[in-house]
Antibody, heavy 122, light 108 residues
Framework: QVQLVQSGAEVKRPGASVRVSCKASGYVFDNYAIIWVRQAPGQGLEWVAWISTYNGNTEYAQMMQDRVTVTTDTSTKTAYMEVRGLRSDDTAVYYC???????????????WGQGTLVTVSS | SYVLTQPPSVSVAPGQTATITCGGDTISGRYVHWYQQRPGQAPVVVVFDDNDRPSGVPERFSGSNSGNTATLTINSVEAGDAADYYCQVLAFSGDRWVFGGGTRLTVL
């Protein structure tokens, strides 16, 4: 079945970097973009980044664009998100999701990975 | 940037109908998608492209989109429908993927 499996929880010091992986299976990886969304404790969903698995084009949320980089490895069907200069308010569950676009101007997300908790604490 | 507004909470008795709104400027011009998130779990899409359901989602879940408001309707609410619900659209500029703030559905 179609699924995304993410790497495990991380604990980082302020100022450090973290890389989260997202391994896809059950579908043609190049046919669907990957999106990254985060959720701070007790808060809502917040878009972080988007990457085309076809050509590597990326887009980043304005609030994080200078600290985050997303990449893919098509040989292993894995997407990666790196966040640099971690701050305490980066503490969140980070999700990857497959982007479904069956109509123009329509992007929805399914499935989602199980989430990766990144804790930033001194 | 584009803003989506949802009520923080909605409460409904079992068997009744729950209505969750998502407000946005001329939202009818965009496709709206709805996600259900149970505690400790990843979100799952329940309605996409305004009013389509993925396979496996009960017919009790439906959506509509008109003017400045999109609506998720859950008929014959069950205890298992208790969750947070988020609307989402693709914006035309700025941060392109936008979520509403989420609505907690409580089943009394």
């Amino acid at each position: 079945q179609v699924q995304l499996v993410q790497s495990g929880a991380e604990v980082k010091r302020p100022g450090a970097s973290v890389r989260v992986s997202c391994k896809a299976s059950g579908y043609v990886f190049d046919n669907y973009a990957i999106i990254w969304v985060r959720q701070a404790p007790g808060q809502g969903l917040e878009w972080v980044a988007w990457i085309s698995t076809y050509n590597g084009n990326t887009e980043y949320a304005q609030m994080m664009q200078d600290r985050v980089t997303v990449t893919t490895d098509t040989s292993t069907k894995t997407a990666y998100m790196e966040v640099r200069g971690l701050r305490s308010d980066d503490t969140a569950v980070y999700y990857c999701a497959r982007v479904v676009s069956e109509r123009p101007n329509s992007n929805w997300f399914a499935p989602w990975g199980q989430g990766t908790l990144v804790t930033v604490s001194s | 940037s584009y803003v989506l507004t949802q009520p923080p909470s909605v409460s409904v008795a079992p068997g009744q109908t729950a209505t969750i709104t998502c407000g946005g400027d001329t939202i009818s011009g965009r496709y709206v998608h709805w996600y259900q998130q149970r505690p400790g779990q990843a979100p799952v899409v329940v309605v996409f492209d305004d009013n389509d359901r993925p396979s496996g989602v009960p017919e009790r879940f439906s959506g509509s989109n008109s003017g400045n408001t999109a609506t998720l309707t859950i008929n014959s609410v069950e205890a298992g429908d208790a969750a947070d619900y988020y609307c989402q659209v693709l914006a035309f500029s700025g941060d392109r993927w936008v979520f509403g703030g989420g609505t907690r559905l409580t089943v009394l």
